[in-house]
T-cell receptor
């Protein structure tokens, strides 16, 4: 069975500091990984997906199959990055998403 | 284009009552799903559907029923509410396929007393 692990419940950083939100997964097949973000009082929305290899709002994430990780990184944190971040794994049949428990990012001045 | 719409936004139920959480999408997505979000546990899949007339159980299906009579609607029924079902419920939809984006509703905050 697939599993997604986000070891940190809360990550607090200063504005301008680098950010790394950790995500590890376990899945025997070929994974598709995503980061979803939930800003205060807003609905959950897609931040980025590994297949796109894009940078969104300064965030990037690289899939490391050897370490089974998909960590989310940003070189300089901004106040508006404060939110709940979920790593999610999607597997082939039925398109089911498995979420991690989430990490709350708190960016302070 | 409203996306995914959930009603109600808030609900308080007494133990033993039943109710239906509504979810509708106007994007012609085949795949729809229900999650519950609890502190420290993230989002857990309750039920999902890959198309009209097809539903299946997720990780935490007990105490919930679903049906999918149309592509647009995917209601979630609580048969006999229990305090353990106090949670925030999210409906999501997407095209089928491993790489597609899931679109979420705004959530329903349910309290069972």
């Amino acid at each position: 069975a697939q599993r997604v692990t986000q070891p940190e419940k809360l990550l607090s950083v200063f504005k301008g500091a680098p950010v790394e939100l950790k995500c590890n997964y376990s899945y025997s097949g070929s994974p598709e990984l995503f980061w979803y973000v939930q800003y205060s009082r807003q609905r959950l929305q897609l931040l980025l997906r590994h297949i796109s290899r894009e940078s969104i709002k300064g965030f990037t994430a690289d899939l490391n199959k050897g370490e089974t990780s998909f960590h989310l990184k940003k070189p300089f944190a901004q106040e508006e990055d404060s939110a709940m971040y979920y790593c999610a794994l999607r597997t082939g049949t039925a398109s089911k998403l498995t979420f991690g428990t989430g990490t709350r990012l708190q960016v302070t001045l | 284009n409203a996306g995914v719409t959930q009603t109600p936004k808030f609900q308080v139920l007494k133990t033993g009552q039943s109710m239906t959480l509504q979810c509708a999408q106007d994007m012609n997505h085949e795949y729809m799903s229900w999650y519950r979000q609890d502190p420290g546990m993230g989002l857990r899949l309750i039920h999902y559907s890959v198309g009209a007339g097809i539903t299946d159980q997720g990780e935490v299906p007990n105490g919930y029923n679903v049906s999918r009579s149309t592509t647009e609607d995917f209601p979630l029924r609580l048969l006999s509410a229990a305090p353990s079902q106090t949670s925030v419920y999210f409906c999501a939809s997407s095209l089928t396929g491993v790489t597609t984006e899931a679109f979420f509703g705004q959530g329903t905050r349910l309290t069972v007393v």
